[in-house]
DNA sequence: TCGATGGATAGATGTAGGTCAATGTGTGGT
DNA sequence: ACCACACATTGACCTACATCTATCCATCGA
């Protein structure tokens, strides 16, 4: 096994690559509950100011420990806000989050696209294969 | 522990929520070498057409099984290809999955936001909360 | 004040996954 | 034919985590 060398100091966009809350993305349970946050499903909501612990265990299927446990992981992703109202726990997503994460996505596939048509007046370095 | 009710069949973009491809890109290791084969270190590059394994191991440090596994995953995912030519194997990011990942996040955050500020001119259901 | 309800926490359990050493496979040079 | 190198596979080990039951805490209504 040998020894890291150097790291290369990336720029802004691509720091944002390993990411925790990448991980919470790739859960299915996760995902159905950003999904119900996204869109509603009526018949599981049982109040009519937000989405609320109680309802996504109703539209889950899952006990109420697991909700609370994935909420908290979401909301400390910065995914999701929580706010208690009376005996409530109202959730939304964060949408300057989601942003954040796809823009970086976005910048690593242009910046592929870009080192592989490089302009025809070679400026920079060697195109990728020298 | 309740019963899940009817699935929400969301549209196209948000079904992408749940890829197992978004837990490849929270783990640290994964996302130095997406981040080196997006941006090389020359010093870790034995090779000049292209970055093969045991580039990724130099650039890593760690052991040449670990940089196997993770790249098998990452092709796998559709994140990464792999060329095989002579003895070495040469990875290359493949843009136009992290552009479908990206563009998903876009799309949850773009919604989120729609939904917050209705037009003056309500057309479709309640907004949010009724 | 008491009970009911929503939610959080603790502990247990099973599975997934990241890493390694050891070994197998394939390719190319001598 | 042989050896060296690049990579894949196997199996072991340990940690992380998704889920549950049981229990505790907080809030509200009667």
Redesign the interface.
């Known amino acids: 096994?040998?020894?890291?060398?150097?790291?290369?100091p990336?720029t802004a966009p691509?720091t944002v690559?390993?990411?925790?809350?990448?991980?919470l993305?790739?859960?299915?349970t996760?995902?159905?509950i950003?999904?119900?946050l996204?869109?509603p499903?009526q018949?599981?909501c049982s109040r009519?100011?937000?989405i609320c612990g109680c309802d996504l265990?109703?539209?889950?299927?899952?006990?109420q420990p697991t909700v609370s446990h994935h909420m908290k992981a979401l909301v400390e992703a910065g995914l999701v806000t929580a706010e208690k109202r009376g005996r409530w726990v109202y959730y939304?997503?964060v949408?300057?989050r989601?942003?954040t994460?796809?823009?970086?996505?976005?910048?690593?596939?242009?910046?592929?696209?870009d080192a592989r048509k490089p302009s025809p007046i070679q400026l920079g370095g060697l195109p990728?294969?020298?």
């Open positions: 096994m040998p020894t890291a060398p150097d790291l290369t990336q691509v690559l390993g990411d925790p809350a990448f991980k993305l790739a859960d299915p996760r995902a159905k950003l999904a119900f996204l869109d499903v018949s599981c009519s100011d937000g265990e109703t539209f889950l299927g899952v006990s939304d997503l949408p300057e989601f942003r994460l796809g823009d970086a996505l976005l910048d690593v596939a242009r910046r592929v696209e990728q294969s020298a």
